[in-house]
């Protein structure tokens, strides 16, 4: 439901609603491939119920291998489960418009991200707990307006998001044989502000520069204890959230002219920055992502319609080396280093 309220010629009001409810049934297992997993699985859950170590008979390869927590014995087959949420979203915006170029606006709103079961492999039936609704109370408040003879874009945005049960991806440890395992969390209260602001002008004839500012703040405001991706419990209150940079940095330069006929020539370079962040909850040193910038720049020709264009492009040009993730599996701390020096030529046909 939604409704536009005009008040005179400047003002409008803009409001809506949406009820939802949803319910998702679960079915799933740690299912043995070979019979390695229920061998394993097998001696395991002998030495908890007091048995000799040899693998039972009861498990039989192939078939699901997850244990009921309360026996430590075989389930037989799936684990079932059934998630039912509702909630009430809205959204509330006053915008006004000084002139036809510019429009100033305040937005209130309240919003869900609905719940969802983990992929993993669980030994005891407990661990396929959902990570359930998260919600937000977001409010956001900003300008955007053109001047100079349009040559000139400004948009900016002052933003604060108050999360309940935020959905992020964390760990749990679910014993033996996998232990430490990344799965989705809800940390039931954190906080989120900061400011966008982006900017295109033509200072001069075929000449574009645009470039966008993001600062963001966020913060874990209530006491949870979870683990880091190698397994040391601690209370995350105060820390930010996992790969959300404090700054970041973008822009973009290119200039453009005629080279005769009907074809165009261009020129362009494109920075980008991105402050150190982390990639889990935690403060080992191992998780961190440092801060990088990127270069990249571009050369090409193009029709006047824009029906074939080829360029040349180069990206990182600088050779930066930085990691796009760092995160433990299964016994190992992983990396993940991004694209180094890159070049190639593009061909584009539009018909």
Known sequence: MSLEIPLGERFKILTSARYTTEDRDFNGC???VDGGLAALVGI???LRNGLPPVPPAFIEPGTCVTLSLETGLPLGGLVFDSLSE???????SLNFKPDDNSLVYFTASKGYKSGSYPLLPAIFDAQFQPATQESVQAFEAGF???FADQRVRLTSALYYYDYNDK???GFVDIGFPFGNIPVLVNVPESRAWGVEVEVTAIPLEGLTLSG??????SEVTGDFNTPDPLGDISNIKGEEFPMAPEWQFNGDIEYRFSVGGQLDAYVGVSPSYRSTTKSAFGTNPLIEVDSYL???????VETVDGSWRIEAYGRNVTDEYYLTQATREIDAVTRLAGMPATYGVRVNFSY
């Not at 966008?212 to 703040?217: I, T, V």
Request: proline share 0%; hydrophobic share 40%; charged share 20%.
């Open 167 to 169: 959905q992020v991806r």
């Open 86 to 92: 509702d909630n009430f979203s809205w959204r509330a």
């Open 30 to 32: 740690a299912q043995d």
């Open 144 to 146: 955007k307006a053109t």
């Open 212 to 217: 966008g500012m993001n600062y963001l703040n």
């Open 44 to 46: 395991f859950s002998n």
């Open 294 to 300: 990127l270069v990249d720049v571009r050369v090409g």
